[in-house]
């Protein structure tokens, strides 16, 4: 799994003009599902972003995790984050999993977070979808399951 978390002051999702989700203070995530997650990747996924401090305190060192500052996420499904560029110029997305298998993961991401106590928003899996964002900072942090849950 491969998140891309940009600390927003605002963000919303539509699809074809209709809003989806919109959050104030907090973060977008895009959210990426490779072929070897699990449902336990997309757990301790969750579990490691809600832990995450990169939220400032009132010295404005990054101190806070997202419960703490009382914000919100804004997740989008984003399989482009598997893209491969090895070769030519067209980016290859074989290594993304197949929607019937990303969507229950997504959804698992996604009600994980929610269990944390943690307002969520989506977007709509497989959509095209317009994202605007106001970055706060900007501040992005970029997840990994493979580099990142050790």
């Given at each position: 799994?491969?998140?891309?978390?940009?600390?927003?002051?605002?963000?919303?999702v539509?699809e074809?003009?209709?809003?989806?989700?919109?959050?104030?203070?907090?973060?977008?995530?895009?959210?990426?599902?490779?072929?070897?997650?699990?449902?336990?990747?997309?757990?301790?996924?969750?579990?490691?972003?809600?832990?995450?401090?990169?939220?400032?305190?009132?010295?404005?060192?990054?101190?806070?995790?997202?419960?703490d500052?009382?914000?919100a996420?804004?997740?989008?499904?984003q399989?482009?984050?598997?893209?491969?560029?090895?070769?030519?110029?067209?980016?290859?997305?074989?290594?993304?999993?197949l929607p019937?298998?990303?969507?229950?993961?997504?959804?698992?991401?996604?009600?994980?977070?929610?269990?944390?106590?943690?307002?969520?928003?989506?977007?709509r899996?497989?959509?095209?979808?317009?994202?605007e964002?106001?970055?706060?900072?900007?501040?992005?942090?970029?997840?990994?399951?493979?580099?990142?849950?050790?």
């Open positions: 799994m491969r998140l891309v978390v940009q600390r927003v002051a605002r963000a919303s539509c074809a003009g209709e809003l989806l989700g919109e959050v104030g203070p907090g973060a977008v995530v895009l959210a990426g599902i490779g072929h070897d997650d699990t449902p336990e990747i997309v757990e301790r996924m969750a579990d490691k972003l809600i832990g995450l401090r990169y939220f400032e305190d009132a010295d404005g060192r990054t101190n806070l995790a997202i419960a500052g009382g914000g996420l804004l997740v989008v499904s399989f482009t984050l598997y893209a491969d560029l090895r070769r030519g110029r067209r980016p290859g997305f074989m290594a993304a999993a019937e298998v990303a969507t229950p993961l997504i959804d698992r991401f996604v009600e994980r977070l929610r269990g944390h106590g943690v307002a969520v928003e989506t977007g899996f497989g959509a095209e979808m317009a994202v964002l106001v970055n706060d900072g900007p501040f992005t942090l970029i997840l990994d399951s493979e580099r990142d849950l050790g």
